[in-house]
């Protein structure tokens, strides 16, 4: 809840005497102490897997983390220019020398020589930018958020304990009747993913080089959003430039919903151009919210994955895990997208309703990799709710079997996850 610290000092006294009325002191103009908006929140984050060896909930198969996040927003400090902070801090509360082995997300590099303190308990500066506008123009530059519906490759995921963020120029034109023009460069950015990586440590991107992007999303039509994106980077990773091409287009009515999506990633190092498609709809019958989704990826980038591991690029985002497919699932986070979303086609069914005072979701995924000549089943079941106005508990169960048979690996494995988050916002 935000709170915004506004002080007000006014003096007024009268006095009436024989008839005159004299004043003592003359009234004050109100004193803007601040005009800074603070919020934030504090999270219990518990996540464990069974798999092969492991079963829910011993030490060794769990990852806990708990946190705290502290923003500072103020959207005119001087002449206009406003600025905006996000704080993070980590720990793992001496949990895992009882309950866990591992953290969801590090605060330092697991290198050799370093206490295990040194990167589970810490913090980090997650925003610091400055704003400015002039008419409908608007200037955002530094560490930020980039959201997924104007930016697909490159934003801020929020499944784990806190996003990730980029250090990034952002600006945002809606000059043209229902339309929003995005220019960006993206030129640095921490990871989000099960990997445990260091949340701390800001890349460089691309050399210093960066990725350019531009976005239009129109809104002329009722109910219909068209968005089109397009990213540029030179000599993005290797000597060959990249560029991405991608488009959205949703349709929201009352009573149902529909979308379509789709477009390619090109890069003289693959041997062929990523080309990905989705589609989804949903309606509400009987307080029941619905839904189907469909994605297809083809193989390019086979080069550089089925005879040396994961894919080069498929579906991807810079700073985190999944992708903005509409068949993007639990095990997206924990497998990284571009694994999940490669010579691959995905369906998936979902539900939800409110009900018991929170809202139960559940779904079934189904994956089927051609080059990796398997398929993947998932199932996830959740349950949130608000204890009160500030307190959100959510749980989570998922069973998954994957079935895989390539470069002379074969599997075929159970896995279950259950993840058990807990919010309070102030």
């Not at 990852?63 to 103020?74: C, T, W, Y």
């Not at 801020?156 to 600006?171: G, Q, Y």
């Not at 959003?225 to 560029?243: H, Q």
């Not at 297809?296 to 700073?319: E, L, Q, W």
């Amino acid at each position: 809840m935000k709170k915004t610290v506004l002080l007000s000092v006014i003096a007024s006294t009268m006095i009436m005497a024989g008839g005159d009325i004299a004043p003592v002191a003359a009234p004050a103009a109100p004193v803007e102490v601040s005009g800074w908006d603070f919020s934030g929140q504090a999270a219990v984050y518990y996540q464990t897997i069974g798999a092969g060896d492991f079963d829910l909930f011993e030490q060794d198969a769990s990852a806990a983390d708990a946190g705290i996040q502290l923003k500072a927003v103020n959207k005119d400090v001087f002449a206009g220019i406003g600025a905006g902070f996000t704080v993070n801090g980590l720990s793992t509360l001496n949990l895992e020398n009882s309950i866990v082995s591992g953290v969801m997300q590090l605060t330092g590099n697991p290198v050799p020589g370093n206490d295990i303190d040194d990167i589970t308990d810490g913090g980090w500066i997650g925003e610091a930018y400055v704003t400015y506008g002039v008419a409908n123009t608007s200037l955002k530059a530094g560490r930020q958020t980039l959201p997924q519906s104007l930016s697909p490759f490159a934003y801020s995921e929020n499944w784990n304990v806190f996003e990730n963020t980029f250090d990034a120029l952002l600006i945002v034109n809606t000059d043209i009747s229902n339309t929003t023009l995005v220019g960006a460069w993206v030129a640095a950015n921490n990871v989000n993913s099960m990997m445990m990586s260091n949340l701390t440590d800001f890349n460089s991107l691309n050399d210093d080089r960066g990725v350019y992007m531009l976005t239009a999303q129109n809104k002329s039509f009722e109910n219909l959003t068209l968005t089109g994106s397009y990213y540029y980077g030179s000599e993005f990773i290797t000597a060959d430039d990249i560029n991405i091409l991608w488009g959205d287009a949703q349709y929201a009515a009352t009573s149902f919903n529909v979308g379509i999506q789709g477009g390619t990633v090109m890069h003289d190092a693959m041997a062929d151009d990523i080309a990905a498609f989705g589609a989804k709809a949903g309606t509400t019958l009987s307080g029941i919210n619905m839904g189907i989704a469909y994605s297809n990826v083809n193989d390019g980038g086979v080069a550089a994955s089925i005879n040396g591991g994961a894919p080069a690029f498929g579906m991807f985002n810079i700073g985190g895990t999944t992708s903005a497919l509409y068949t993007s699932t639990l095990a997206d986070e924990i497998f990284t997208a571009s694994l999940m979303n490669f010579d691959s086609d995905k369906f998936v069914v979902s539900a939800n309703i409110d009900a018991l005072g929170g809202n139960f979701s559940a779904l079934y995924a189904y994956t089927d990799w051609n080059s990796y000549n398997g398929s993947m089943d998932e199932f996830d079941l959740a349950y949130t709710t608000n204890l009160t106005e500030s307190l959100n508990l959510g749980a989570t169960y998922a069973y998954m079997n994957a079935d895989v048979n390539v470069a002379n690996v074969v599997a075929d494995e159970d896995i279950n996850v259950v993840r058990v988050v807990a919010r309070y916002n102030f």
